[in-house]
């Protein structure tokens, strides 16, 4: 399994949800809680406005990893 699905807790030819900062485990409303690195200056991401983040990460980032309520979400466009 690729390390995409395997970060999204997906199978091969399921239906996915959209991998971004609104469907992320390290959204926590304000701010962003995931350990990457931002594209305009090389620091850490860990504490930035989630605003700042969606504009720079509109596909989410290489810390992605799916919340549990896009999780249930995705398990239930796949029929479990």
């Given amino acids: 399994m690729n390390d995409k699905l395997k970060r999204i807790k997906s199978n091969p030819r399921d239906k ?3 991998q971004n ?3 992320c485990e390290f959204n926590f ?3 962003c809680a995931g350990h ?3 594209k305009d200056n ?3 991401t860990y ?3 989630i605003e700042e983040a969606e504009k720079m990460f509109p596909d989410g980032c290489n810390d992605y990893g799916i919340s549990l309520g896009s999780f249930i979400e995705q398990e239930k466009l796949n029929g479990r």
């Fill in 16 to 18: 996915l949800v959209e």
């Fill in 21 to 23: 900062c609104s469907t």
């Fill in 29 to 31: 409303g304000d701010v």
């Fill in 36 to 38: 990457s690195t931002r």
């Fill in 42 to 44: 090389g620091e850490d």
């Fill in 47 to 49: 504490g930035m406005a």
